[in-house]
DNA sequence: TTGTAGGCGTTATCAG
DNA sequence: CTGATAACGCCTACAA
């Protein structure tokens, strides 16, 4: 008995309903829903016609498993609630939503293992691609076919198909944002991690090249570990970048109670430009990370690769963002 | 050709393979991976065996088709970046992981055609449920067989399986907190919406039955709503209750702007607990949204929903965590 | 307890 | 340009 619906309810029509309806062959009703495939103009409109009539379009349940693939991009990171990976992950969806694409997400708690893992389950959800967020398992995520990976931020430098910031070129833009507020003495707050390294080296360097010297205190981008590098800082230190907006708000915080005034006695420049910088007392001045520009890119990238054409690796320049905490004003006295 | 695999690489192996090396039909194999069937252990054992040394597992793709499900979890949320949203993910994703089911997202833009069209979209995907997060479109969004929605704080108070925090209360604890400040003159800056229409009832019951007549401020939960808000407080206003914590922010600012202390001229409390409270400048004290929490409660309702058994509707109940904004201390005046 | 066979909804190959 | 028909990988009566 053919699938007609005597009942009240539209059962969900599948491709064989609309053929019979439209007196075709359920291949033919495939070519249509399939581009690149020729039928003539008279059938193709009869059967998007009894398609439309019906409500019918490809299931992709059938699809995907005759085809091998989903229409699915998996999305691993770190943690899904941080917000820097929230701006990501729009900018991925943003990209893909055109293309009919949805996300499958999953989340590796910053453990190679778990990543590995996580990235078999999409691999087994036949994910066309994957993008992958501040990689540790790096070239040993297991790749089926010729499965596709493009990495943001990953920590091997080796690793082919990625999008990352110009770290260096974020610390140089701190340094001359501070150099030119006029820091004699210069500190860095830093964390592990090879991004904090090369925000490092960039700053280093131009404050050398200006004959500074940099005063280096660790941390690990927790607000926490801001806070106590805060009060760890020599008192003659009236500049100081640090590697992550939320430590810099615990280095500001520290600053606060030790009665040092912001930018007035130091000047603070953070990095990633997160949604908090604004929203800080004074209002952080912050290298911009770009957070939603590079989850484009990697979208952008990882469409490529399912289409058959890999792009370039992305390198994106950040911007410094100028806001009070680092905009030398004169003292304000009062008359 | 039995797909023995005469080239080094492993070629996924299915369930053929499995059946064929350790002497048994392929219905056998699949008895063994779907519980609740009966197959002897010797044989169980011996697939087993097989199955590991051939690193098989059943594929989704297979068997989402057969089933007509698949072990996919809808999740809707208006706006993939922000960060109260990523905690509600959160919640889901540490709560579904054990049972093996993913989450495959969509976003609404706070728009309800936009929600119903993703709503569409992972019905397609044959999502075994899906999670909506403050749902414009209610009731009308599209739902074949017996679909299950899961509602985080919808608009529409009519729509079943819902996971909500009970905003009147939360008002109510904003009003003990300012009121045990020493309160005389509160104000609301509220925004448009069921969920702050609810928190002011509460804050502005409670104020009254204290004797504080409230001031009401309109906001729309942006930081630049409430800076506006915060420049237009009458002069003699000391406590206010601010529906969200970005507009807080704002608040905070304007305060700040007209030289007016915070909390010794004037008490604040927010709305959320978003992680930006604890580094605003005084730390905003605020009603805890436990939005994780809502994102677990709404993934074990889901659950549920799949397993046949409904569970009651979730009722969360907030909290306020104190912190400096409220905390009124004798004027800091060293001896 | 186990095997046989049919079917889930589609795409792709191969004739016509 | 179009129609049969064979996969795709798996589950599930039904039969043995």
Redesign the pocket.
Known sequence: MP?SSPDGLTR????????RRA?????????V??AH????????ERVLEEARAVG????P????????RSDLLGVILPNTGFPLYGAVLRGIEDTIQASGMSVLLASSRDDAQIEVQAAQHLLRHAVDASIVVNSRAGRNLPTDRDLAYVHIAPEDPAVPHRVELDNVRGGELAAVELLAGGARCPAFVGAPGRESAERERGFVTSMEEAGRRVRRVPGDYSEDSGLRAGMALPADVDAVFVAGDLMAAGVLRALHQQGRRVPTDVAIVGFDDSLIAPLLYPRLSSVRQLAYDMGVAAAQLALGLIAGEPGPDVVITPELVRRESSIRVPSPRPP
């Open positions: 699938p969900n029509a599948g491709i064989r309903e609309v053929a007196g075709v062959s359920i291949a033919t009703v495939s070519r829903f399939n495939s020729t039928v003539q103009q008279g059938t193709r019918y379009s490809p299931s349940l059938g699809r995907n498993l005759v085809r091998g």
